[in-house]
């Protein structure tokens, strides 16, 4: 097919069209560096918003709520579930793709798993290629769930505009049980199953560690219980989608603290919907803080350095397996290294020597 | 610190100068590859001993038990736990590492976690070396247990001489839940926890599908139910440890079929101690069938290929970023990125066409 064609109906918004560029990027098939490449100009309307937390935390109900959500707004919703592919936990991920289904058949929404193993370039930078085609195909909003347990989480961090960590009461020992730096990852936490005993003890729990980190313990939990913080409480920023996407958000009244974004702790319950409206205006209001103190531009040019690293070190590996000498050599001298002659470390130092002069190899 | 008498010290057995090595390898300091490079000659002794499984498998009990069984047969015993750093499961892992530290103070035994964030160069090549390390220390056996869920079992797998698979009855719906290639990683199966009801049915199970993979859905299944088959109902082949660490396996009679390793299935109950006799039989059983089918040597060779290459890609890495002018020219270009006039993979050809030429970049 034409790549230029392909492009074309792929920015016009074909269903078509982008299952095809998805597919040529997850294979790395013969264009796809110049077809994302061509994108690259038309990328940044979309939201990129992370969804990550543990297994059983309700993501994907919430995901499912959040596109709804967004649907009865008039946006155009895209999903990308990234599953790091755990050999064992095929039944679990089944079911949750069987019940987005129920939203699959909106043509405004487009949802896709990302696994490991049909990513040939890595799982992270694949993921974030599939986000820009989403992008340019005119996806308003991109929901990225982590779906698997590992890395993924932080990487899908990395990736995202916003991050929004999910956690549940019965998570048994709460925040403890998280690793140093989870917490640091999320812009905004949704405490999910939040109808069940010790959502409210697991949020003030949050909010005392925020605080404590901010270095003042108390000032961020409010008097009532049993609310979302950070949304209702707080007087939202009056930015505008058009002020937002022109980029001109010099109108907006300056945040509360134009340095600081204070995470916000929001009460879900996905199941039945509760809460949903409070996350989005959150998640609004992260936006509205992005563009407001820059941290957007800065986020934006850190991936794309990111993306770039990624790219180089991508295809320097297919130029040294694919173009070069290399694996012949190390083909041509496996024996000496079974008989213990040579170690692997001398034997690829060799190789490396030969790379660094050049084209020749 | 002076590397030769680091390796002589490592070599006569010093847990300290292990400890040391350990620390060089995973965080790549100066003489890593050296260090990694003049064990090469010696490695070979130690059998290597992949655990892996869903998680509440009850792995680290059984990796316990494993542990004292070599112990109390005078074997050296080095254990590596792989985790690839889930953010989210901080408590169970910590309970696992405790229990573990009943038999810690053993010096005969060395136990070591492995995470992601603690590996610079990949946690499965990292985990690898720390194996080498074990291995030339004269560890007689080394259990490598992944820890966390993901793509780890399947590079465990790849790097052990013998995988034990660890399933337990209550995961629901059995071996239905596995994803496609994780029963052929097994060469032994462990049906833990098997004083529970659903043990045998899942054995059961486990032997039908077996033996339809076979193409002989029945034969392996046998009429008296509740005892460890492939261990006890089988000869086992008279290869003594003697035999195998000199490579002479040449008097011991042919296994009973040279050209396939028939997967047993052993019943264990890791908690209680029982079955482990048989596990440790059947690794042996297994073992003596790598040597006797020549299946050693190939899986030796290959992984010293897939060494090679791995660490073929991480001196290239390490070369790119640190000894060429790759960095600088992203950040130099990075705003024309930013401002749209270049796309990231532009400009990662360019920096690739660069290095194409040679040592001058």
């Given at each position: 097919?034409?790549?230029?064609?392909?492009?074309?109906?792929?920015?016009?918004?074909?269903?078509?069209?982008?299952?095809?560029?998805?597919?040529?990027?997850?294979?790395?098939?013969?264009?796809?560096?110049?077809?994302?490449?061509?994108?690259?100009?038309?990328?940044?309307?979309?939201?990129?918003?992370?969804?990550?937390?543990?297994p059983?935390?309700?993501?994907?109900?919430?995901?499912?709520?959040?596109?709804?959500?967004?649907?009865?707004?008039?946006?155009?919703?895209?999903?990308?579930a990234v599953d790091p592919t755990s050999?064992?936990t095929?039944?679990?991920l089944?079911?949750?793709?069987?019940?987005?289904?129920?939203?699959?058949?909106?043509?405004?929404?487009?949802?896709?798993?990302?696994a490991s193993?049909?990513?040939?370039?890595?799982l992270?930078?694949?993921?974030?290629?599939?986000?820009?085609?989403?992008?340019?195909?005119?996806?308003?909003?991109?929901?990225?769930?982590t779906v698997g347990v590992g890395q993924s989480e932080?990487?899908?961090?990395?990736?995202?505009?916003?991050?929004?960590?999910?956690?549940?009461?019965?998570?048994?020992?709460?925040?403890?049980?998280?690793?140093?730096?989870?917490?640091?990852?999320?812009?905004?936490?949704?405490?999910?199953?939040?109808?069940?005993?010790?959502?409210?003890?697991?949020?003030?729990?949050?909010?005392?560690?925020?605080?404590?980190?901010?270095?003042?313990?108390?000032?961020?939990?409010?008097?009532?219980?049993?609310?979302?913080?950070?949304?209702?409480?707080?007087?939202?920023?009056?930015?505008?989608?058009?002020?937002?996407?022109?980029?001109?958000?010099?109108?907006?009244?300056?945040?509360?603290?134009?340095?600081?974004?204070?995470?916000?702790?929001?009460?879900?319950?996905?199941?039945?919907?509760?809460?949903?409206?409070?996350?989005?205006?959150?998640?609004?209001?992260?936006?509205?803080?992005?563009?407001?103190?820059?941290?957007?531009?800065?986020?934006?040019?850190?991936?794309?350095?990111?993306?770039?690293?990624?790219?180089?070190?991508?295809?320097?590996?297919?130029?040294?397996?694919?173009?070069?000498?290399?694996?012949?050599?190390?083909?041509?001298?496996?024996?000496?290294?079974?008989?213990?002659?040579?170690?692997?470390?001398?034997?690829?130092?060799?190789?490396?020597?030969?790379?660094?002069?050049?084209?020749?190899?």
């Open positions: 097919m034409d790549l230029d064609l392909l492009i074309s109906e792929l920015v016009s918004g074909k269903t078509a069209a982008l299952a095809r560029a998805i597919s040529i990027v997850e294979n790395m098939r013969p264009g796809f560096e110049r077809l994302l490449g061509e994108l690259h100009r038309s990328l940044g309307r979309a939201r990129r918003i992370g969804i990550t937390g543990p059983g935390a309700g993501k994907s109900t919430l995901v499912e709520r959040l596109v709804s959500h967004y649907r009865s707004s008039g946006f155009k919703v895209g999903v990308i050999p064992f095929g039944g679990a089944l079911g949750d793709r069987i019940r987005m289904e129920s939203i699959a058949l909106d043509t405004g929404v487009y949802i896709r798993s990302m193993r049909g990513s040939l370039g890595g992270a930078t694949t993921t974030r290629e599939v986000c820009d085609l989403l992008d340019a195909a005119g996806f308003d909003r991109i929901l990225v769930e932080l990487d899908v961090a990395r990736m995202a505009d916003s991050t929004v960590l999910v956690l549940v009461p019965e998570s048994g020992d709460g925040i403890q049980t998280l690793k140093s730096g989870v917490m640091e990852i999320a812009d905004i936490f949704a405490v999910n199953k939040a109808d069940r005993s010790g959502a409210d003890k697991l949020r003030q729990e949050i909010e005392v560690t925020l605080g404590i980190r901010r270095g003042n313990a108390f000032r961020n939990v409010p008097a009532h219980h049993g609310r979302a913080i950070g949304v209702s409480d707080r007087r939202r920023v009056g930015v505008s989608e058009d002020d937002v996407l022109g980029g001109t958000a010099s109108s907006a009244p300056p945040p509360l603290r134009s340095s600081a974004w204070e995470q916000p702790v929001v009460l879900t319950s996905a199941v039945k919907g509760d809460g949903v409206a409070d996350l989005v205006a959150a998640l609004d209001r992260h936006h509205d803080w992005l563009v407001a103190s820059g941290e957007l531009d800065q986020r934006r040019r850190r991936r794309l350095m990111e993306r770039t690293r990624e790219v180089v070190d991508r295809a320097t590996r297919k130029w040294l397996w694919e173009e070069t000498r290399a694996e012949r050599l190390i083909n041509d001298r496996l024996d000496e290294v079974a008989g213990g002659e040579v170690s692997p470390y001398e034997l690829a130092q060799d190789v490396l020597e030969e790379l660094k002069q050049g084209e020749k190899i």
